[in-house]
């Protein structure tokens, strides 16, 4: 059992920023491949972004491309995910996911059964 505990979501308005947290033990955060899939109502799961916590090696959907960034923090043990110029369409639950399997595809696109891990999701509400 991976714990992975996502924090930070929130109501905000179109056109501004915010940022989610994963945070992980030691031993779940070291050597893995981390990272987000959201969830609007009737939609459904969609990776948004990834990074190896080796070598920081990162992947971002089209869709998120330019406007979000996904990082590291070693002495935190989390992973951030920073979206700026939100838009009603990013609205809807964020989880953090992690496999140790996908270190060496980390930064390419994956689907939701590809990570075995999953935390229990933050929900991000953007209006405009």
Known sequence: QE?????????????GSLRVSCAAPR?????????????????EREGVASINTIGGTTY???SVKGRF????DNAKNAVYLQM???KPEDTGMYYCVADQRLLSTCARPHLPD????WGRG??????S
């Open 3 to 15: 714990q992975l505990v996502e924090s930070g979501g929130a109501s905000v308005q179109a056109g």
């Open 27 to 43: 031993y779940v955060y070291i050597s893995n491949c981390i990272g987000w899939f959201r969830q609007a109502p009737g939609k």
């Open 60 to 62: 971002y959907a089209d």
């Open 69 to 72: 960034t996904i990082s590291q």
């Open 84 to 86: 700026n110029s939100l």
């Open 114 to 117: 590809d990570f075995r891990y």
């Open 122 to 127: 933050t929900q991000v509400t953007v209006s």
